[in-house]
């Protein structure tokens, strides 16, 4: 157990390390993502290059199960991969800059990497969204808990804010998780086209590559 325990560390740390400070942005980076008017000031991730969040951090950590209440799309085959998800709105105009970027991953990292955009928006307003096309998988957000609608009562309250979504604490969109596939351990999270901090192709190439690595060492 206790080397199991290191290897998981070490796989994560590894990961992690890599996607902190590599890779130059593919699209024009902003300062953060859209509120929707929350008030609610910027958390701060762990790590050597702290950067500022709009949610709950997760980063190193287990992430919160997904939850979806309907599939969109086909559903996808989450077994061995790395999983992206992004919390979304459909009138979020950083939301759709971001779509060109998340299909580019999806289109080149399809075989080893599931994108996923979710939202706790009804199924008709996400039906009559109007944006540029997402080419990746989408979900509904499964409704909230008695406990997390009393917990999202005790603090500010966010429209449509879904179970996944509350457990990650998102309040601007779009939020962006990747997950590894080993353990689904958090390891890069944020506003995908944060300045200085962007989510780039070549980040996540190199997690795949760590991924075959591991898989290979496995056998």
Known sequence: MHSSMLRMASTVLL??????GFGAAEEPASDGPDTGGAKKQATSTTGKQPKRIWAQSYLFCDAPKLEVSEWLTEKPDLEGKFILIEFWRT???????????????HEKFGKELVVIAITGQPKEV?????????NYYMALDAPPTKVEEQ???D???????????????????PHVVLLEPEHHCVIWEGYPDLKGHELTAEKIEKAL???RKRKEEKK
Do not use: H
């Open 15 to 20: 990961l992690s390390g890599l996607l902190v």
């Open 209 to 211: 590559a760590i991924g």
């Open 91 to 105: 009138w979020c105009g950083a939301c759709k800059r971001a779509v060109p970027k998340l299909n580019s991953f």
């Open 155 to 173: 603090e500010e309250v966010i429209k449509d804010r879904g179970a996944t979504e509350q457990k990650y604490g998102v309040w601007g969109w």
């Open 151 to 153: 917990e999202q009562e």
């Open 126 to 134: 996400v039906e009559a969204y109007k944006g540029p096309k997402m």
